[in-house]
């Protein structure tokens, strides 16, 4: 299963152009962080501000699967200067690196940087944790993590 998952996203990654390994669905990442629950070379690295995990939730995984590396600071927003330091402290070049946000976009960011200073094993998650705006501007019910009803822990 691992593999099918992994060929996946490196299939769609191949597809779409993408300056890093590959992009997974969320329930593509779950599967694989499920599958390989105390594998500590598989991890999810939520890229969100600590305010976004403080507030609004975040997956609910197992300590040792997930890493919080904020890719811009709240408040204001500015990159992070600090982000492939933090990186390097919990994560190794060869790790498979699940680089999640909000939306889907800070994440392929991460991901590409990542890439960049030879984390050759990094993939955007897809839709984010909270996913798209709908007609109202509301999130989580489009698509994304929670969307999906995959386990989270809310604010």
Same mark, same amino acid.
């Given at each position: ?9 490196? @299939? ?38 600590? =305010? ?15 890493? =919080? ?13 600090? $982000? ?37 094993? @990094? ?5 984010? $944790? ?24 809310? =604010?």
């Amino acid at each position: 299963m691992t593999t099918d998952i992994l060929a996946a996203g490196r @299939s769609r990654g191949t597809e779409q152009n993408r300056p890093y390994a590959g992009a997974l669905t969320p329930q593509e990442s779950y599967a694989l962080l499920q599958a390989h629950q105390g594998d500590t070379k598989i991890k999810l690295i939520d890229v969100r501000t600590d =305010a976004e995990r403080d507030w609004i939730g975040k997956p609910q995984l197992a300590a040792d699967q997930q890493f =919080a590396v904020q890719w811009t600071l709240y408040p204001g927003g500015k990159p992070n200067p600090d $982000f492939l330091a933090q990186l390097a402290q919990v994560a190794d070049k060869d790790d498979v690196l699940l680089f999640l946000c909000r939306g889907a976009v800070r994440s392929k960011g991460a991901a590409k940087l990542a890439t960049e200073h030879g984390y050759t094993n @990094s993939f955007d998650v897809l839709e984010g $944790f909270e996913g798209g705006k709908d007609a109202e501007g509301h999130r989580k019910n489009v698509d994304g993590w929670c969307k999906a009803g995959l386990p989270w822990i809310g =604010a």
